[in-house]
C-alpha cells in the first residue's frame, strides 16, 4: 500500500502524462487528417502513435480503479511506452547537427542488419533443429542439464541464437553426459563454430562498415 502523499505524487503524476499523451494524440490525429495513407506509410509515426495510446492506458489505472494500481497488461504497456518515448526521443535527435548523422547512422545499421539476419536466421534454424534433434533425450531426462534448453525446437532455436554471440558452454554440454551422437555432435559443433560465430559475424561487420561509410559520404556531401 502507498502512504497518502505518494498516491497523490502518483495521481498528478499519471494526470500530466494522460494529459500530455492526449494533446499529442490530439496532434497525431490532425496529421493523420493532413497526410491520409501517406501519415501510415512512415514508421516513425507508427511509433508515436503505439506511444501515445500505450501511455494513455497506462496512466488511466490511477483514475478508473480505485486505488493506484495497473493491471499486469497496463504495467506491460508501461514498459512499453517508456521504451518507445526514448526510441523517440533518439528519433527527435536526428534533426539536430551535432546528433543527427549518428542516428542517421544508427537507422541505415538497423536496416542493414534486418535485411542480413535473413541470412542469418536460415542458418539458425539448420543448426538449431539439427542440435534439438542431437541433445533433445537429454535436456527431456535432466531439466538441470546443460542439454535443457534443447529439448524442444523453440528452446534449441533461441539457444543457438545466443550461441551465436559466443556463448557456448561447451564444457557442461559435451562433457556432462556421455554422447550417445559424439561424431556427429562434435563435427556440428565445429562446423557451427565456424559457419557462425566467425563467419557470419566477420560477414556482419564488413557489411556494416560499408554502411556507415556510404552513409558518412552521403550525410557530409
Given at each position: 500500500?502507498?502512504?497518502?502523499?505518494?498516491?497523490?505524487?502518483?495521481?498528478?503524476?499519471?494526470?500530466?502524462?494522460l494529459?500530455?499523451?492526449?494533446?499529442?494524440?490530439?496532434?497525431?490525429?490532425?496529421?493523420?487528417?493532413?497526410?491520409?495513407v501517406?501519415?501510415?506509410?512512415?514508421?516513425?509515426?507508427?511509433?508515436?502513435?503505439?506511444?501515445?495510446?500505450?501511455?494513455?492506458?497506462?496512466?488511466?489505472?490511477?483514475y478508473?480503479?480505485?486505488?493506484?494500481?495497473?493491471?499486469?497488461?497496463?504495467?506491460?504497456?508501461?514498459?512499453?511506452?517508456?521504451f518507445?518515448?526514448?526510441?523517440?526521443?533518439?528519433?527527435?535527435?536526428?534533426?539536430?547537427p551535432?546528433?543527427g548523422?549518428?542516428?542517421?547512422?544508427?537507422?541505415?545499421?538497423?536496416?542493414?542488419?534486418l535485411?542480413f539476419?535473413?541470412?542469418?536466421?536460415?542458418?539458425?534454424?539448420?543448426?538449431?533443429?539439427?542440435f534439438?534433434?542431437?541433445?533433445?533425450?537429454?535436456?527431456?531426462?535432466?531439466?538441470?542439464?546443460?542439454?535443457?534448453?534443447?529439448?524442444?525446437?523453440?528452446?534449441s532455436?533461441?539457444?543457438?541464437?545466443?550461441?551465436?554471440?559466443?556463448e557456448?558452454?561447451?564444457?557442461?554440454?559435451?562433457?556432462?553426459?556421455?554422447?550417445?551422437?559424439a561424431?556427429?555432435?562434435?563435427?556440428?559443433?565445429?562446423?557451427?563454430?565456424?559457419?557462425?560465430p566467425?563467419?557470419?559475424?566477420?560477414?556482419?561487420?564488413n557489411?556494416?562498415?560499408?554502411?556507415?561509410?556510404?552513409?558518412?559520404?552521403?550525410?557530409?556531401?
Amino acid at each position: 500500500e502507498y502512504s497518502e502523499s505518494r498516491r497523490d505524487f502518483l495521481r498528478v503524476a499519471a494526470a500530466v502524462l494522460l494529459l500530455f499523451s492526449v494533446v499529442r494524440l490530439g496532434f497525431e490525429a490532425a496529421q493523420m487528417l493532413i497526410d491520409r495513407v501517406n501519415y501510415f506509410t512512415d514508421w516513425e509515426n507508427w511509433i508515436e502513435l503505439i506511444l501515445f495510446v500505450s501511455a494513455i492506458l497506462f496512466a488511466s489505472g490511477a483514475y478508473i480503479q480505485c486505488c493506484v494500481c495497473v493491471k499486469n497488461w497496463q504495467w506491460q504497456l508501461g514498459a512499453a511506452a517508456v521504451f518507445l518515448a526514448w526510441l523517440d526521443l533518439v528519433l527527435f535527435m536526428k534533426k539536430l547537427p551535432l546528433f543527427g548523422v549518428y542516428v542517421v547512422m544508427y537507422i541505415q545499421i538497423i536496416y542493414t542488419f534486418l535485411r542480413f539476419m535473413f541470412l542469418a536466421l536460415l542458418f539458425i534454424i539448420a543448426f538449431g533443429l539439427a542440435f534439438y534433434m542431437l541433445f533433445v533425450q537429454y535436456g527431456e531426462s535432466d531439466e538441470e542439464s546443460a542439454r535443457e534448453p534443447f529439448r524442444n525446437p523453440a528452446r534449441s532455436l533461441l539457444k543457438t541464437m545466443v550461441m551465436t554471440t559466443g556463448e557456448f558452454e561447451f564444457d557442461t554440454i559435451f562433457f556432462d553426459t556421455e554422447l550417445d551422437f559424439a561424431v556427429v555432435s562434435y563435427l556440428l559443433w565445429i562446423i557451427f563454430i565456424i559457419f557462425m560465430p566467425v563467419l557470419l559475424t566477420n560477414l556482419l561487420v564488413n557489411f556494416l562498415f560499408v554502411c556507415l561509410t556510404s552513409t558518412l559520404l552521403v550525410y557530409e556531401y
